[in-house]
């Protein structure tokens, strides 16, 4: 089991930073990579970066390319999500997620290469 936190959300303006963090717990070891998620109000869950341990290897989605940072640091078990040039549409509840089976880049992109999810924090841009 892989228990995952999120903290680092809240309000900015438009153009403004944040990061998120997620702190993960239990058999972390096994994780072989980590991801973040997006979800607005009626929407989907979509994908917005992944990090592949093995390699460092990043990915992101067209619309934070340029914008967002997927970080790591193994030895405290976490994962970053720095968020620079905020918009409104940015505005989402953004879950981190673990995958304890391999992960490849055209893997990374679908929620259920992921086994275990935080329980989402909020992310508000306003306008």
């Known amino acids: 089991q892989v228990q995952l936190v999120e903290s680092g959300g809240g309000l900015v303006q438009t153009g403004g930073s944040l990061r998120l963090s997620c702190a993960a717990s239990?058999?972390?070891?096994?994780?072989?990579?980590m991801g973040w998620f997006r979800q607005a109000p009626g929407k989907e869950r979509d994908f917005v970066a992944a990090?592949?341990?093995?390699?460092?290897?990043?990915y992101y989605s067209d619309s934070v390319k340029g914008r967002f940072t997927i970080s790591g640091d193994n030895a405290v078990n976490t994962v970053y999500l720095q968020m620079d040039s905020l918009k409104p549409e940015d505005t989402a509840v953004y879950y981190c997620?673990?995958?304890?089976?391999?992960?490849?880049?055209?893997?990374?992109?679908?929620?259920?290469?992921?086994?275990?999810w935080g329980q989402g924090i909020q992310v508000t841009v306003s306008s």
């Open positions: 239990g058999r972390t070891f096994s994780t072989y990579a």
């Open positions: 990090i592949i341990w093995s390699g460092e290897n990043r």
């Open positions: 997620a673990a995958a304890v089976r391999p992960v490849w880049r055209g893997t990374s992109y679908f929620s259920t290469t992921y086994d275990y």
